[in-house]
């Protein structure tokens, strides 16, 4: 399963790309508006730091002034990937862009109709936001199973990218499930490597170590 990171901030990126897991980065107009300067010159720079597909969406609403921003997002940098939110007119704009090469992330996805319809306009991404389904008392996970199952009964190769990830059992059931990618917040990745047991083990480890040095120099 690839790790995506869900930010616009290049500071967090920056951090996390020497770990060596991060294949790439979603950001959205919300995590955009939070960072300052210009919003081109930042997504060359993530482009740049990650190396790998990093999402940008558009803010146009009508199908042609999406594929218009859309071609305009992917001239920033070969790495970007245009983002639209799931309306009718997103999905004839994701038609008209995987058309012309380019890659296409459908967003806002929150049934498997929805998710069926992106895989048939040759959606390279479908984003089903799974925290958010949870906020309203429907499992986001079982969303994320039935559209793995659909694609696979099919052979779409519309990768499923679970989106609005809020802790590491999505991440877990995720890749239990066989999803594609996991977007997550930079906490969320730092929580992924956390266990008492490992600072313990690693603290005795270090301390065994250290006393029977001791013991040879003063013995
Ligand atoms: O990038 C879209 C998605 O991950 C947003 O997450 O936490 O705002 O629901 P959230």
Redesign the pocket.
């Known amino acids: 399963m690839k790790f995506f990171v869900?930010t616009g901030n290049l500071k967090e990126i920056q951090n996390l790309v020497p770990l060596g897991i991060v294949d790439g980065v979603?950001t959205?107009p919300?995590?955009l508006a939070k960072e300052s300067g210009d919003v081109r010159l930042l997504l060359k720079q993530i482009c740049e730091t990650v190396q790998g597909p990093v999402s940008a969406e558009v803010v146009a609403t009508d199908a042609a002034g999406m594929v218009r921003e859309g071609r305009e997002l992917a001239a920033i940098d070969r790495h970007i990937v245009v983002k639209v939110p799931f309306t009718r007119e997103g999905v004839k704009a994701c038609r008209t862009l995987t058309g012309e090469g380019l890659r296409v992330n459908v967003?806002l996805v929150f049934s498997a109709t929805q998710a069926l319809i992106a895989a048939k306009v040759g959606a390279t991404y479908v984003?089903p936001?799974v925290?958010?389904l949870d906020d309203i008392a429907t499992s986001g996970m079982d969303l994320i199973r039935q559209i793995v199952e659909i694609y696979e009964n099919y052979g779409f190769t519309t990768e499923v990218l679970v989106?609005?990830?809020?802790h590491p059992m999505h991440v877990v059931e995720a890749a239990r499930m066989g999803a594609d990618v996991c977007?997550c917040p930079a906490a969320v990745i730092e929580a992924l490597f956390k266990h008492p047991l490992t600072d313990i083990g690693l603290e005795r480890f270090l301390k065994d170590w250290e006393t029977a040095q001791a013991s040879r120099v003063t013995g």
């Open positions: 869900d979603t959205n919300s995590l967003t984003s936001f925290g958010r989106a609005s990830v809020r977007t």
